[in-house]
């Protein structure tokens, strides 16, 4: 009589696995932030683990955070060594990589960072390092931005007359080949400087063609003002102590009548002008005036 014999075969059947797995693949420039680096798990916490940083183990990580991120920015391949819980060992698997390149070094170079009011241009140029591919000029006045090599900038002019600097921030953002940036920023400063525009002609004779004897300024103490006209007889034929009554850019000026408001005739006419600038020195101005009709 044969036996039947019944033959069992164990297979191995792993029930609630403890498995941990990284993940990550990011490029960033090495003046960002950091990134993240994503560590799973599957089993129950608290997790245990080791990642290694090109090869190069790092200090062991307990957490109860599922994922757990790896805030870094160090370049490499990131792997994991090792991976446990209460209940024992688990497997690990993954790898993340994180590649940084090198950002350009923005750098404004200028002749000085200080002009004055009278002639408020300067010029601009990149000594930035790297390998730029394009880059944007903000002058902080309120203009349009600029993208071009060694910009020619004029800055508006300082019409206050209290000798307060105006002061403009200029930033330069500069971006290389690999998409990487980076701004600085460079402080300019407009200083008031006193000076005067004086004609030396006019022709009052009412063709809108310099009909008026006016004056441009900046800097100065208008109630300091004084100006007299004088003719050859040593007589003034006109004054005013407001310079705003003579200011071209206000479209005022002496139309050539005396102080009586008679025209006077064609002749050369002396001029005396007394003013103090913004910081208190007092100026004394002489000089003739042709009025031809």
Not at 59 to 72: D, F, G, Q, V
Not at 186 to 208: E, H, L, R
Not at 254 to 280: A, C, H, P, R
């Amino acid at each position: 009589m044969k036996k039947l014999v019944t033959i069992i075969f164990l297979i191995p059947f792993c029930i609630n696995a403890q498995t941990a797995f990284i993940s990550g693949n990011d490029t960033i420039c090495d003046n960002e932030g950091f990134v993240n680096i994503l560590v799973s798990f599957n089993g129950t916490s608290p997790f245990t683990f080791v990642y290694a940083l090109n090869g190069q183990n790092q200090p062991s990580i307990t957490t109860t955070i599922n994922p757990y991120l790896i805030s870094t920015k160090k370049e490499g391949t990131y792997t994991l060594k090792s991976f446990s819980v209460a209940s024992g060992a688990g497997t690990t698997s993954g790898s993340a990589i994180l590649t940084v390149n090198p950002a350009p070094i923005a750098i404004i170079n200028t002749a000085n960072d200080t002009i004055k009011s009278i002639y408020p241009i300067l010029q601009f140029n990149s000594f930035s390092e790297g390998n730029i591919i394009s880059q944007y000029w903000n002058y902080g006045d309120n203009t349009m931005s600029e993208s071009i090599d060694n910009p020619i900038h004029t800055f508006p002019r300082d019409t206050s007359g209290v000798g307060i600097p105006s002061t403009y921030q200029v930033s330069l953002i500069v971006i290389d080949d690999n998409s990487c940036s980076d701004t600085t920023y460079k402080n300019i400063f407009v200083i008031s400087d006193f000076w005067f525009y004086i004609p030396n002609s006019f022709t009052p004779d009412n063709d809108q063609i310099n009909d008026k004897f006016c004056i441009q300024y900046n800097g100065i103490r208008e109630s300091t003002f004084t100006f007299y006209v004088i003719n050859r007889q040593g007589e003034i034929v006109f004054e005013t102590n407001n310079p705003q009554s003579l200011n071209c850019s206000l479209n005022n000026g002496w139309d050539g009548k005396d102080i009586n408001n008679k025209n006077l005739m064609s002749d050369t006419y002396v001029y005396e002008l007394y003013f103090q600038d913004f910081e208190g020195w007092k100026h004394t101005k002489h000089g003739t005036i042709n009025l031809v009709r």
